[in-house]
């Protein structure tokens, strides 16, 4: 559980921790992990802490290989690791809560309540991807604020950043040149009087202070890797984070170290939408074999500074139509914020992740969308601050998986709580934090053994007795609604209709075709021809993908892993043409030439462009894409997003 660490010193007097210095393992990353918060920019790398700091320059590998992640390419068989030291150092705690987000947070929080209420011992640890707390956070957002009055009712009081109460709602059907207002009544799902605008990353960040003030254990830059199970591997027994320091090759540094283990007599997944741990519990205990599929669409957002003129603070509008065709889902939001008298605005787009023209390129969409006329003149003369985007849950109440396993829990998006209609999800999720708590505290209240995992079968009954399920039940048909030869027209008058009776119609669609086997060969579809970006109100990916922030240690295997490096161009250009060039935001996937006289292509991953969205997970149509978490730290940098 212990190692030596010898470094040289060197001529400047920096420090020598030579001198028979013994640093625990633990102890050795969280330092690691604290110096990456507080040096890590868009432009400064953990590396270069690493090696300058240390005078250590390990050789650089580099591969021929798409794929060398040691979830693809095993290292038992591999001989560069045959010497290396595999033990990983092991902690305990009472619940280990996965993911910093609002789920993960309403969990953490209330967890501690209840032991400080009981005066009972518990230890709760948060383990968080995203080097600060909030960092991986995007969201609209227009949020409603009961969940978290009844987690921390003096809210206000406690100066969470929740500044903009909604004064004006706003819906219109967009034709190219045209926008027609659409009425909105209370009762409907997007009608959003007496809910808050808010910067959600800002949110989070808030909760985490709160988290720690009642003791919750929060570590920022440490990403679950690998699900524990008991030796026959039917109970949860807690997380490993990841190992650090590996080639690009697969091969590892002279600083290589093992992960560390998390046990925990229940572990609480909150990864968000399409988590990397969640979707390998949900297979592995057929979670799904009940429910339809999980759905989803693609949120891509943008901050803006607009002229004060063209400023509206508390106006909600959201609308539906053009740039995209009748049969595919999808609309826009644009949230106009009032904080720090800054005349602020987010502005996103979102596209269901069903849809079937593989030539379909949401980012350029959402370009698009701003050139209409009602949406360039609110932002002629403004200036884009950040750019990002997120996968997010579409399936309703249908595709909710089976919550509990022997020793672990889903809540928030990990189990699929957004309510597509409202285009909402926070509520719900701060809420299944706060159930899944209680349903964690009375359990190990009732089983004070500690060793043993805990199954919490009340807490699926607790989630159906909740205003959560009451909330997305409602609404259960109308995403559904907008797959008829109708479309959008159709799925418009059904959602009216369903909203007027709140929901009661005695049947509940339940769509079968999951959303990768939805794209359609390149041959039966029309390319789609996009405007050039003026640099102005639309621009480029890649100089949006520099406005998230996104940093990625470029001396590590791709984590966008390949299950087989051949099928990307086999298959995914040869009858889709390279779809995953197009679905991804942030220019992940490029197709290049072999050479210039071949014509032959390979396929190029720019594992460091990732924003984490998950998208190409989702929407590979051969499902050959699976992603996994980078190391320490990685990812966007979003400031309030």
Not at 385 to 403: D, F, K, M, T, W
Not at 510 to 520: T, Y
Not at 559 to 570: E, M, N, Y
Request: charged share 25%.
């Amino acid at each position: 559980t212990q190692s030596t660490w010898e470094f040289s010193s060197n001529s400047v007097g920096e420090p020598n921790f030579a001198d028979n210095k013994v640093l625990d393992f633990y102890t050795f990353r969280f330092f690691l992990s604290k110096m990456n918060t507080i040096m890590m920019s868009r432009y400064v790398y953990l590396r270069s802490f690493r090696h300058d700091y240390f005078r250590m320059k390990p050789k650089r590998f580099y591969s021929s290989k798409i794929t060398t992640h040691y979830t693809i390419v095993p290292r038992d068989t591999d001989e560069r690791w045959k010497d290396v030291d595999m033990e990983r150092f092991a902690d305990e705690a009472d619940v280990v809560v996965v993911g910093g987000g609002p789920a993960g947070l309403a969990t953490a929080i209330r967890l501690r309540q209840l032991a400080e209420e009981n005066s009972m011992e518990l230890r709760v640890c948060l383990v968080e991807k995203a080097s600060d707390i909030g960092g991986h956070t995007l969201s609209g957002a227009c949020i409603e604020t009961d969940s978290l009055t009844e987690l921390i009712p003096d809210w206000k009081e406690k100066g969470a950043p929740i500044l903009t109460p909604v004064k004006k709602d706003k819906f219109r059907f967009l034709t190219k040149n045209s926008a027609f207002p659409l009425p909105i009544f209370k009762g409907l799902p997007i009608y959003n009087h007496g809910n808050y605008i808010v910067r959600l990353g800002n949110v989070v960040k808030w909760m985490g202070e709160q988290a720690e003030e009642v003791g919750v254990e929060i570590y920022p830059g440490f990403p679950a890797s690998e699900v524990l199970y008991n030796s026959d591997r039917t109970e949860i027994i807690g997380i490993s984070t990841n190992d650090v320091g590996i080639h690009k090759d697969g091969s590892p540094k002279p600083l290589f170290e093992r992960g560390m283990e998390l046990h925990s007599r229940i572990t609480i997944f909150c990864e968000g939408c399409h988590g990397h741990l969640t979707k390998q519990i949900v297979n592995k205990f057929d979670l799904r074999s009940e429910c339809s599929p999980a759905f989803y669409g693609i949120g891509l957002k943008e901050l803006w500074r607009i002229p004060k003129e063209q400023h509206e603070p508390g106006l909600v509008l959201h609308t539906v139509g053009w740039p995209l065709d009748k049969l595919t889902y999808g609309g826009s939001f644009c949230y106009h914020l009032d904080e720090d008298d800054e005349p602020l605005i987010a502005i996103g787009f979102v596209v269901g992740l069903d849809y079937r023209n593989p030539y379909l390129h949401p980012f350029k969409e959402f370009q698009r969308y701003k050139t209409h006329p009602y949406i360039r003149t609110m932002l002629e003369g403004g200036e884009r601050l950040q750019y990002g985007a997120r996968a997010l849950n579409e399936g309703g109440v249908q595709s909710i998986p089976r919550l509990a396993v022997p020793g672990g829990l889903l809540t928030g998006c990990a189990a699929g709580f957004m309510n597509v209609a409202k285009l909402k999800g926070t509520h719900n999720a701060i809420k299944s934090g706060i159930l899944a708590a209680e349903s964690a505290f009375k359990a190990i209240r009732e089983n004070p053994d500690g060793n043993n995992s805990l199954l919490l079968n009340d807490y699926e009954q607790a989630i159906k007795s909740s205003s959560i399920w009451k909330d997305m039940y409602a609404v259960r048909n109308i995403k559904s609604s907008f797959h008829t030869s109708l479309g959008l027209y159709g799925g418009i008058v059904y959602g009216a209709f369903s909203s007027i009776i709140r929901g009661k119609e005695p049947w509940t669609f339940k769509p079968k075709e999951r959303d990768h086997d939805q794209l359609l060969p390149a041959d039966q579809c029309e390319p789609i021809d996009y405007p050039q970006p003026d640099g102005r109100i639309t621009f480029d990916l890649l100089s949006s993908v520099a406005l998230s922030g996104t940093n990625h240690e470029a001396d590590q295997p791709a984590h966008l892993t390949l299950k087989d490096d051949s099928v990307p161009v086999s298959v995914n250009l040869t009858q889709y043409d390279g779809p995953e060039g197009r679905f991804c935001p942030a220019g992940v996937y490029e197709f290049i030439d072999i050479d210039d006289e071949s014509g032959m292509k390979r396929l190029q991953i720019n594992a460091s462009n990732c924003v984490h969205c998950k998208t190409c997970d989702i929407k590979d149509p051969t499902q050959n894409i699976n992603w996994v978490t980078p190391e320490n730290g990685g990812g966007p940098a979003y400031n309030g997003m």
